[in-house]
T-cell receptor
């Protein structure tokens, strides 16, 4: 089993849609969890940290399920500008984040 | 500076030459990471520095790769005798000791070995 697994997509959704991505991780010692957004040919940028069971920031909701070892990201009311690759990054006991390959989102008019 | 600074932003080198990549982390960030990202691929961990502790070099792909960091400041990643498969974007990230705040990336160095 890969350390971090994400559905590569692409998820192709219309503006205004709600879309959700999952990310599974194998290291049960993971302490911190993050979602990053990466635009084409740019560096990853922190989107959300995931605390305890989950948290919300505007249109974005992240949830953590420690028992099943997955984190999810929900985007409501998708905008064209949300088109990007979304990377999840659990950080294990050694605090070295391991990044998934990312899920590609394309929001179309 | 306000963010993580990397230089050069682009580097084209001939196969067999040595290259040195630089990362200037956010002031006060004790942890520093180097990653490699090949075209269309995910981020591959290379090396991790935390304060004055011995670095975690477990991700370095070969002995041609080495990195140094002076205290909690600048880091340099050196690739000796470059090969074409070394072509990638090399990303540096830094973080506070309290890592719940996440990791801030620099804009990367795009290395092309010809």
């Amino acid at each position: 089993r890969k350390e971090v697994e994400q559905d590569p997509g692409p998820f192709n959704v219309p503006e205004g849609a709600t879309v959700a991505f999952n990310c599974t991780y194998s290291n049960s010692a993971s302490q911190s969890f993050f979602w990053y957004r990466q635009d084409c040919r740019k560096e990853p940028k922190l989107l959300m940290s995931v605390y305890s069971s989950g948290n919300e920031d505007g249109r974005f909701t992240a949830q953590l399920n420690r028992a099943s070892q997955y984190i999810s990201l929900l985007i409501r009311d998708s905008k064209l500008s949300d088109s990007a690759t979304y990377l999840c990054a659990p950080s294990g006991g050694s605090y070295i984040p391991t990044f998934g390959r990312g899920t590609s989102l394309i929001v179309h008019p | 500076g306000a963010g993580v600074s990397q230089s050069p932003s682009n580097k084209v080198t001939e196969k067999g030459k040595d290259v040195e990549l630089r990362c200037d982390p956010i002031s006060g960030h004790t942890a520093l990471y180097w990653y490699r990202q090949r075209l269309g691929q995910g981020l591959e961990f290379l090396i991790y520095f935390q304060g004055n502790s011995a670095p975690d070099k477990s991700g370095l792909p070969s002995d041609r790769f080495s990195a140094e960091r002076t205290g909690e400041s600048v880091s340099t990643l050196t690739i000796q005798r470059t090969q074409q498969e070394d072509s990638a974007v090399y990303l540096c990230a830094s973080s506070l000791q309290e890592r719940n705040y996440g990791y801030t990336f620099g804009s990367g160095t795009r290395l092309t070995v010809v």
